[in-house]
């Protein structure tokens, strides 16, 4: 059983930064794609980044492009979201998930496409 553990949510100002990181057990971490999606209040959950097995091909949002960075660490079974310059419409619960299909050739942005997630943390920006 995978399981995906999330951590460094916070509440902060506009303009901070946030790392999340999210700690992954349970299978061969290296072999599979991870994603950070967001669920805001009333709002339907979003694709915010995801970065390919290997660290490479990441992608991301449109609306945190310049903003955000996703990292991997295979040797700590850990992948992490560098979130720069937070705004107030950031604030949502972000979600790690991990990809169900091993050694995928792209980074997915589709959540149908992951089958494991985190219990999510909060991120909040108000002033």
């Known amino acids: 059983q995978v399981q995906l553990v999330e951590s460094g949510g916070a509440l902060v100002q506009p303009g901070d930064s946030l790392r999340l990181t999210c700690a992954a057990s349970?299978?061969?971490?290296?072999?599979?794609?991870m994603g950070w999606f967001r669920q805001a209040p009333g709002k339907e959950r979003e694709f915010v980044s995801a970065?390919?097995?290997?660290?490479?091909?990441?992608r991301y949002a449109d609306f945190v492009k310049g903003r955000f960075t996703i990292s991997r660490d295979n040797a700590k079974n850990t992948v992490d979201l560098e979130m720069n310059s937070l705004q107030p419409e950031d604030t949502a619960v972000y979600y790690c998930?991990?990809?169900?299909?091993?050694?995928?050739?792209?980074?997915?942005?589709?959540?149908?496409?992951?089958?494991?997630w985190g219990q999510g943390t909060q991120v909040t920006v108000s002033s």
């Open positions: 998930a991990a990809d169900a299909l091993e050694y995928r050739s792209v980074a997915s942005d589709l959540s149908s496409e992951y089958n494991y």
């Open positions: 970065i390919k097995w290997n660290g490479r091909g990441p």
């Open positions: 349970g299978r061969t971490f290296s072999s599979y794609g």
